[in-house]
Every structure is written in structure tokens, then in C-alpha cells.
């Protein structure tokens, strides 16, 4: 099956930063996020082999207990399933943003991020070759602005030739 590549609209996603592995690594940080759009767009690309959950970490908060929760969904074709959880658990093996699939992408919406009134949405939607796909919503319980988001998997290391991509979105 040939890759479906994610091509955002040019006239409101405004690239901020792209990175292609070149070897695997454990994770991946866009740091120093600047706080002029009004969301952000993280765009994943899933070489062949990859198959495990994502998380990010948002401005170095580890504190999984309490500020992250999410409902996810997903299908396969023929069967479905969904689930909730407040407050995930260990960072390692409770990811918020859903499954990376061979030859599949990601795109997580994180709305608001630079507002300092409210917490955080982020809507994510993944899919890949083995014709599952996850939509999940999060929320992270904290009113600071995203500044630095790190990227990783509870698969083992991100693969070599990933490419992650992050767009701001004009107000």
C-alpha cells in the first residue's frame, strides 16, 4: 500500500520546524515554541515497522497522575473499541495521542496552546497500512502556555526515517 502523505493547507498552516531521523532516537523536542498562532499541528510520518503509542510531554510536565486524561476510539473494519482514562499513569506506557502504524501518520491538534486561561485540547487522529484507526481527544489540566512538547513512543525508540512536522495555525 502505497504512504498517504499529509499535505496541510498552505494558506493557514505556517511550518515551524520539521525533522527526519536519521537514526533512531528516544524522543524528539520542539522547544522554544513560538506564541504567535492560535493552534498548533504536529504532523507524524511512520516509516515501514513501526507499530506502537505516542505520547508527548508538554513543557517538561511529568505529572501523569493528575493533569493529562483522554477518550479514544478505534476501528479496524470490522470490530471497534473505545476507552477513558483520567489522570493516565506511567508516561512510558500510558501515551495521550493514539497509535503510530507502519506507513501511517499522525496529526495532533493542540487548540489554544498559547492561551493562558485555560487548559488544553489536543485531537488527534492516526492511522496506517494495517487499516486501524484511532481518534482520541486530551486535554492537559494546566492554564501555562505550550512552550517545548517531546515526542515519544512506548514502543522502544522513534525509527529511523520518521518525520515529524509542526505547523502554527494563523489566527
Do not use: C
Not at 47 to 63: E, L
Amino acid at each position: 500500500m502505497a504512504q498517504t502523505v499529509y499535505d496541510p493547507p498552505v494558506s493557514t498552516y505556517i511550518p515551524l520546524q520539521t525533522i527526519t531521523l536519521g537514526s533512531s532516537a528516544s524522543s524528539v523536542t520542539f522547544a522554544s515554541i513560538p506564541q504567535t498562532y492560535r493552534d498548533l499541528v504536529l504532523v507524524v510520518t511512520v516509516p515501514t515497522g513501526h507499530n506502537s503509542g505516542s505520547g508527548v510531554v508538554i513543557n517538561s510536565d511529568t505529572d501523569y497522575s493528575s493533569n493529562y486524561s483522554r477518550v479514544a476510539m478505534a476501528g479496524d473494519g470490522s470490530s471497534g473499541s473505545s476507552f477513558v482514562n483520567s489522570g493516565g499513569g506511567n508516561p512510558t506506557a500510558n501515551h495521550d495521542l493514539g497509535a503510530l502504524r507502519p506507513n501511517g501518520q499522525l496529526i495532533a491538534q493542540f487548540m489554544d496552546y498559547s492561551a493562558t486561561d485555560k487548559h488544553k485540547t489536543i485531537l488527534t487522529r492516526a492511522g496506517g497500512a494495517a487499516n486501524d484507526v484511532w481518534a482520541v481527544a486530551s486535554r492537559w489540566a494546566d492554564n501555562s502556555a505550550v512552550t517545548t512538547l517531546v515526542f515519544s513512543t512506548d514502543g522502544g525508540n522513534l525509527p529511523a526515517a520518521m518525520v515529524l512536522s509542526l505547523y502554527g495555525i494563523a489566527s
